[in-house]
Structures are given as structure tokens and as C-alpha cells.
């Protein structure tokens, strides 16, 4: 079928939002010190964000995938009561300030705080301020983001499946295992990498609950931050890096799961 036009009053808030999204990515392009990108890159420090923003945000997402997969199970299919203060409480994060994320992970965590006094007594740990500080900071603000997306894929998948998995004698782990879990196979993928997106651009919550101490909690965010005060311009070439390295890892996990998912 032909399809129509698009109405002009569609037409012209779409071309405003799409100019408000892009305007500021093609800036940063334009404004980049193209001359200067190989000596800026080799800076010191600049390896050491990069690697730790990128193993710290795929830790954050794998602790993600493990924790909130289930956790979006229960939201979905459980009927425990409390489910939709239980769902409320898992949301928070998304709106609440990063900082104050990291403010609350510093007085549950913290040398003085409610688990962290235990931690450090009996064990002699301290999270605030290591590189574990940096994972559980991200996987904080980031899980939100797999459960919502996770839970969405399993109240639209066919529960006529999982009955007839039922029927034929398989128990709810075995059922979980062979027939939900590949069945929101897209789903639980696309929420990891909304995760992973969210992780790597972490800042509010890292540097309240972390720290700025390169090679330990300094994160491509935070050297952005600091860039910015001393050198603008290894500020853009640094926001240049995580530009690609979120696109290009956006675009092969759409290539190999999303388009998959949407294909079928």
C-alpha cells in the first residue's frame, strides 16, 4: 500500500527534534582537534579511563543481567502481593539524581554505614572509593533500565508456550530455561545494552561514591570532567571516544540481536 505523507504539524516537531539531537553530536565533530587527535588519545591517563570505563560498565551489566532477569520474572509472572510497590521501588533509580545514588550507596556502603561498618569489622573491606565501588555504583543506576525492558518482553510473550512446556511434565526452572528465557531472548538484549549505555556514561553516582582517582575509579565521564577544567580541548577529543565507542557498540549489538528480534 502507498503510503501517506507525513501531516505537516507530525512533520515539523519531528524535524525540530531530530536537529535538537543531532546539532550537538555534529558540534562536537566540528569542534574536534583533528590535528591534534593522536597526540591528545596517548595521553597519560586516557588509556586507563577507557579500559576501566569499558570492564567496568560490561561487569555492571553482567551483574545486571544476573540479578535482574529474575527480578523482572517476579514482576512479570509472579503473583506475590506487593508487586507494584516492589515494581516502584525498582524504578527509583531512574529518576532519582545520581548523586544522590551515590550519596545513599555511601551510607549503606560506606566504613560507617549500615553494611559497610559489618564489611570492615569482620572482613577487613572497604568498597568506597575501588574500582568495586565503580561496578556496584553502575550497576545501581543502570539496572533499572534491563528490568523495565526485560519485564516488558515477558508480558508480551505467548504464556501458551510455557503452559504447553507444562503440560508435557516440565518444571518451572526447566520451563524458565528452555522455552521463556529464548523466547525473550531480544528483549533480555536489548536491555543490556540500554544498561550498558547507561553504565558507561555513569557520573553523579561514581564520583559521589568512587571517587576521581585515575586508574582506580576514573571512568571516562569523570576525565571528561576534569578535562574540561584544564584542557577543553582533550575534553572533546575524550566525549569524541565515548561517541564511538557507544555508537559502534550500539549499532553490532542492534545488527546481531535487535534486528534479529524484529526480524522475527
Same mark, same amino acid.
Given at each position: 500500500?502507498?503510503?501517506?505523507? @507525513? #501531516?505537516? #504539524?507530525? /512533520? ?19 569542534? @574536534? ?36 532477569? #529474575? ?51 569482620? &572482613?577487613?573491606?572497604?568498597? #568506597?572509593?575501588?574500582? @568495586? ?41 526447566? @520451563? ?23 553504565? /558507561?556514561?555513569? &557520573? ?8 576521581? &582517582? ?15 577544567? *584544564? ?22 549489538? *542492534? ?10
Amino acid at each position: 500500500m502507498r503510503r501517506a505523507r @507525513t #501531516p505537516a #504539524p507530525l /512533520l515539523v516537531p519531528a524535524a525540530l527534534a531530530v536537529v535538537f539531537l543531532v546539532l550537538p553530536l555534529a558540534g562536537l565533530l566540528v569542534r @574536534t582537534p583533528w590535528s591534534q587527535l593522536g597526540a591528545l588519545l596517548t595521553a597519560p591517563g586516557v588509556g586507563q579511563a577507557l579500559r576501566l570505563s569499558l570492564v567496568s560498565a560490561t561487569l555492571a551489566t553482567a551483574v545486571s543481567v544476573v540479578l535482574g532477569v #529474575p527480578l523482572a520474572w517476579v514482576l512479570a509472572r509472579s503473583r506475590a502481593r506487593g508487586r507494584a510497590v516492589l515494581r516502584a521501588l525498582v524504578t527509583v533509580p531512574l529518576v532519582l539524581p545520581p548523586v544522590v545514588g551515590g550519596v545513599a550507596l555511601f551510607l549503606v556502603l560506606g566504613r560507617q554505614g549500615i553494611v559497610g561498618r559489618w564489611l570492615d569489622e569482620a &572482613f577487613g573491606l572497604t568498597v #568506597p572509593f575501588t574500582t @568495586t565501588a565503580v561496578v556496584i555504583a553502575e550497576t545501581f543506576v543502570a539496572m533499572p533500565f534491563l528490568v523495565i525492558s526485560v519485564e516488558g518482553a515477558l508480558r508480551a510473550a505467548d504464556v501458551r508456550y510455557e503452559d504447553a512446556a507444562a503440560t508435557l511434565g516440565a518444571d518451572r526452572w526447566t @520451563t524458565f530455561r528452555r522455552v521463556t528465557l529464548p523466547l525473550v531472548a531480544p528483549g533480555v538484549a536489548a536491555g543490556a545494552v540500554l544498561c550498558w549505555a547507561r553504565a /558507561l556514561g555513569e &557520573f553523579g553516582a561514581t564520583i559521589t561514591f568512587a571517587g576521581n &582517582f585515575p586508574g582506580t575509579t576514573q571512568t571516562m565521564p569523570l576525565a571528561v570532567y576534569l578535562a574540561l577544567q *584544564r584542557d577543553p580541548q582533550a575534553a572533546i577529543v575524550l566525549s569524541l571516544v565515548l561517541l564511538v565507542v557507544s555508537v559502534a557498540t550500539l549499532l553490532l549489538l *542492534r545488527d546481531r540481536w535487535l534486528g534479529r528480534g524484529a526480524a522475527a
